[in-house]
């Protein structure tokens, strides 16, 4: 089969493919032979049709499915000898066969090539890098998080703000005795959900083992909270009495570790911290490592803006247009269109310009680059839960089990391309480093979105 191609728009081509007789007969004539075989007419034993009418009866079809296989798997030969990168694929150009009459056929398409991407335009301007300080009142609500994260639970008589309560729930009768065969639970409490306040006041005057009777629709605003403590359904709680005592069997209280030694070694094993003021220390580089995650996000986001706003990307329109037009099943008026197309245009526009930078820096996932992402992830989350004991089988028995998941896979693969490409910004780019706080930089990274 011969194929030419010749531009007729900016990064658009035409591509002309010239089919003769030879190119699909014999892939004809075999397809018929197997048709044959399968093929049943009555007087005819199976298989022993005669060719005649086989042909009379299938052979425009064959050859009309066997020249559109030839066609698609030439057409895509050629895209691939010849190099050429392209966006969708190829759009055949409306021209009139005549499968009937004629032996040699014209088919054309259209394709539209990737854009050169040129990043030296914005290699060396500036982006802002915003550097977070951790401000005092963070240090201390992190040193208290951390005291009440390796706290112990202990339990108490008296009941105080914060307390989880051990009840036992018991539906009454109107006259508050228990009902006979009424619904019975033993449920915890948080002390902080009871919305109404007097009832919550009265709570606080409770010791263990006394009782107490609410009306549960007063007492909890949110109605699933209460079908939980019941264990019943909503159309259960409909046909009973909300009236029910509650018995405080136990009342528990989180108290914070104390800050000392002890403390210090659980938070930070590998430091040695002999104070507050050196454990506070920690925190504050703990912190500040934490926010340079965010802060490399907005500067991502910053840069990869600069980079699209900066970068004239030659897109081969009109074949684009045509080819959402056939792709998209929705139906869009023109002016619902041209939004969907501008959409589209910029995320192709950062697909086209990160397999650039990717492409020229040789970037690259690998799965040693993923494991060890993933291991990061896996250690910090268990430090966030006070766990650090686990052995390297066992992190690397969680990891793999992570990557297993393709979601998990593939999000964790898109933040280590972020890294990289943060370090590739950070290269090329005039970075100007700025200082701010928390508060500050949350309200800088709003205006972006």
Not at 283 to 299: A, H, W
Not at 375 to 383: P, R, T, Y
Not at 394 to 412: F, H, P, Q, R, S
């Amino acid at each position: 089969m011969d194929i030419i191609k010749k531009k007729i728009d900016v990064n658009t081509l035409k591509l002309t493919a010239n089919v003769k007789e030879g190119d699909y007969v014999s892939v004809v004539e075999n397809a018929l032979l197997d048709y044959r075989k399968k093929m049943t007419l009555p007087g005819f034993r199976a298989g022993k049709v005669p060719m005649s009418l086989v042909k009379k009866k299938y052979e425009l079809a064959i050859r009309v499915e066997e020249i559109n296989k030839l066609l698609s798997s030439s057409i895509q030969t050629y895209i691939s000898d010849q190099k050429m990168s392209i966006l969708g694929n190829p759009l055949p150009i409306e021209t009139k066969i005549d499968f009937l009459n004629e032996t040699d056929y014209q088919f054309e398409f259209e394709i539209g090539l990737q854009p050169k991407i040129d990043l030296s335009s914005a290699e060396k301007l500036k982006s802002d890098y915003w550097l977070i300080k951790p401000e005092k009142k963070e240090i201390e609500e992190y040193t208290l998080s951390l005291q009440k994260r390796y706290g112990s639970v202990q339990s108490f008589d008296k009941i105080d703000q914060g307390d989880m309560l051990s009840v036992v729930l018991k539906e009454l009768e109107s006259d508050n005795n228990p009902k006979v065969d009424g619904v019975v639970s033993e449920t915890s409490i948080l002390v902080d959900k009871i919305e109404d306040k007097k009832i919550r006041n009265q709570f606080f005057k409770l010791k263990k083992s006394e009782t107490i009777i609410l009306d549960l629709h007063k007492t909890f605003v949110n109605e699933a909270d209460v079908l939980s403590m019941l264990k019943i359904s909503k159309e259960k709680f409909n046909q009973i009495n909300s009236s029910f005592s509650c018995t405080i069997k136990d009342i528990t209280r989180l108290i914070p570790a104390k800050i000392n030694s002890e403390l210090f070694k659980k938070v930070y094993p590998d430091q040695v911290i002999k104070n507050l003021k050196e454990f506070q220390a920690a925190i504050k580089t703990e912190l500040i490592d934490r926010y340079v995650i965010e802060s490399d996000r907005k500067f991502f986001n910053d840069s990869s803006q600069i980079f699209l706003d900066k970068i004239k990307i030659d897109f081969p329109e009109k074949f684009l247009k045509k080819w959402l037009k056939t792709n998209i099943k929705k139906q869009f008026t023109e002016e619902e269109f041209e939004k969907e197309y501008q959409n589209y245009l910029k995320y192709l526009s950062w697909q086209l310009i990160e397999n650039t930078i990717c492409i020229e820096n040789n970037i690259k996932v690998t799965d040693d680059k993923l494991k060890d992402f993933a291991k990061k992830n896996v250690l910090q989350q268990m430090k966030n839960y006070g766990s650090v004991n686990l052995g390297d089988k066992e992190i690397d028995g969680i990891v793999t089990n992570i990557l297993k998941n393709e979601k998990e896979a593939e999000k964790m693969m898109n933040e280590v391309i972020l890294i990289e490409l943060v370090a590739y910004f950070k290269s090329k780019m005039k970075v100007s480093k700025k200082s701010t706080t928390l508060n500050e930089f949350i309200k800088l990274a709003n205006q972006q979105v």
